[in-house]
């Protein structure tokens, strides 16, 4: 396995690509190029968690697939742990949105320009994202075409198509999420939230057209890739009826999906197995199924060309 650390900005060391890719040698390097997946790790955009990152690539790589972990922009930095929120945020010009899809940009440009080296098939690249991460996947799989990243980029927007997108308990809807939280009797602790939404927004008390631009559910097209996502009906941070209306925009614009909501867990499971887990609590061996799941749904995509 190869794995390398690239900054994607000069200026900076908090914004990182780290690789995980199949040191295809020998008669190995028959396969060809492989799909790939590109992981963003969740944190509430104050922060990211490692259990979503190295944990997963590893996970897809056992899979036959390369895999990259993006560190993308978020408020604390680089730094992995949390700001003090009762504190007070101030606020980061540069580390709100649109920053943090148009990173998912420049990994995916950074990897085909590593492609042929890598052996990575360029049109065959998922985005998997946790929680935060997978509210800046399904972002950025309905933004990766419009203007708002192709001109920042300054690329063609097929160098920028993701083939497919995994979310697991994601945001997808800035506009309901407080009410889906109050439907569910799990409301999401008020200064969190506040925090969360400066953290990423830049305000605590964004306007509803802000809300609705950040709401990928309320924004897809018939340019959005498939999408496998997942969640828990007990999830106390992240209502599954956010899961749900991304899935039923999907549907709505006949763009296949799998869903899967499991009857028991809280939110950040990640794999849900000791290999990403800190506490017992964080196993569950029924959430954990997502993951042979979502193998079984990529190889419909994403099968390598091996003869017969």
């Not at 680089?78 to 899809?101: Q, S, T, V």
């Not at 509803?208 to 950040?214: A, F, H, T």
């Not at 979502?294 to 091996?306: G, I, P, Q, V, Y």
């Amino acid at each position: 396995m190869i794995t390398e650390v690239f900054n994607l900005y000069e200026e900076r060391e908090d914004v990182t690509l780290t690789t995980y890719v199949l040191a295809d040698r020998g008669e190995m390097r028959a396969q060809g190029k492989r799909p790939a997946v590109l992981i963003c790790p969740g944190g509430a955009y104050l922060a990211l968690t490692d259990r979503e990152g190295e944990p997963v690539a590893l996970a897809f790589a056992s899979m036959g697939y390369h895999a990259f972990v993006l560190r993308y922009s978020n408020y604390m930095e680089g730094k992995n742990y949390m700001p003090d929120i009762a504190k007070g945020l101030a606020f980061k010009e540069n580390l709100i949105f649109p920053r943090h899809m148009r990173e998912i940009g420049l990994a995916m440009l950074l990897i085909s320009e590593h492609s042929n080296d890598w052996l990575v098939d360029v049109n065959r690249i998922a985005v998997c994202g946790f929680s935060a991460g997978g509210h800046n996947v399904a972002m950025y799989s309905v933004y990766w075409d419009k203007p708002i990243i192709t001109d920042y980029l300054g690329v063609s927007k097929e160098l920028l198509r993701p083939a497919a997108m995994i979310l697991g308990y994601p945001l997808t809807d800035y506009v309901t999420f407080e009410q889906d939280g109050v439907l569910a009797e799990k409301k999401l602790e008020e200064t969190f939230w506040k925090a969360s939404v400066k953290g990423f927004i830049g305000t605590e008390t964004p306007t509803m057209e802000v809300l609705e631009k950040v709401s990928p559910s309320r924004l897809v097209t018939k340019m959005t890739p498939p999408a496998f996502i997942w969640a828990t009906s007990q999830d106390e941070q992240v209502p599954i009826q956010q899961s749900m209306r991304l899935a039923v925009a999907l549907s709505n614009h006949q763009i296949p999906f799998e869903i899967h909501i499991f009857e028991e867990g809280s939110h950040g499971f990640s794999l849900a197995t000791q290999a990403s887990s800190l506490t017992k609590r964080q196993i569950n061996a029924d959430a954990a199924k997502w993951l042979p799941l979502a193998e079984t749904w990529l190889a419909k995509r994403f099968s390598l060309n091996l003869p017969s």
